[in-house]
């Protein structure tokens, strides 16, 4: 009974606690004219962000028809099915467990029309420094790349959690903040460069802090 209701009735649960939740945030998006101009060819794009803000942007799959790998836990089960409701689409594995196949599944699914959204400084940290995941998955892809910065006015941070994920508050501002989009990335780029991988740190940084001054608007 009890691994019934965890496999049928709680994803169900999460998704529409999830729905009820987030139909009370006031969003702001704050996409610059080269990002549309990209929607506006079909250019796929990655929305490459922090760890910490993928609650706030899992809200915005059915506006930018995301994808995104999950993990294959118990807890990546429950995102897997909530993306999913919401229009979007994931592709799962791990750092230990498939995550080879789930990148490979992503640059299939951004084939398919899909944009992509990753916490760059993952799969487990440190915090807010990328890993050349991003660029490869840019090179294969052919998508472009798009730091987002998320801010809300309040939020829940569940402080145990390694990644310090956030949670905006019910009827918080939330804004989000797309910098200027990348080129993609070519085979003549080095993905393991420090410089590239500073460079889109120190834009994603610029995105949250556009984001911070437009919250207080």
Not at 43 to 57: D, K, Q, S, T
């Amino acid at each position: 009974m009890k691994t019934f209701f965890r496999r049928k009735c709680l994803p169900w649960l999460v998704y529409w606690f999830y729905r009820l939740w987030t139909g009370t945030w006031r969003i702001r998006l704050d996409e610059p004219t080269q990002m549309k101009a990209l929607a506006q060819q079909s250019v796929p794009m990655i929305f490459a962000h922090w760890h910490g803000g993928e609650l706030a942007i899992i809200n915005l799959v059915p506006t930018y028809r995301i994808a995104t790998m999950t993990s294959t836990s118990s807890d990546g089960t429950l995102v897997d099915h909530v993306i999913n409701r919401l229009g979007g689409a994931t592709s799962r594995g791990s750092s230990t467990r498939g995550g080879v196949s789930a990148l490979k599944g992503l640059i299939r699914l951004l084939r398919q029309g899909f944009n992509a959204s990753m916490a760059v400084d993952g799969p487990k940290g440190p915090l807010h420094k990328v890993k050349p995941g991003v660029f490869e998955l840019s090179r294969l892809a052919k998508a472009a790349i798009v730091p987002v910065g998320v801010v809300s006015s309040s939020a829940i941070v569940f402080e145990k959690s390694w990644n310090k994920a956030r949670l905006p508050k019910p009827f918080s501002k939330v804004v989000v903040s797309f910098g200027t989009p990348w080129p993609v990335i070519t085979a003549d780029d080095d993905v393991r460069s420090q410089p590239l991988a500073q460079q889109l740190e120190k834009a994603i940084s610029d995105a949250h802090h556009q984001a911070a001054k437009l919250i207080a608007d």
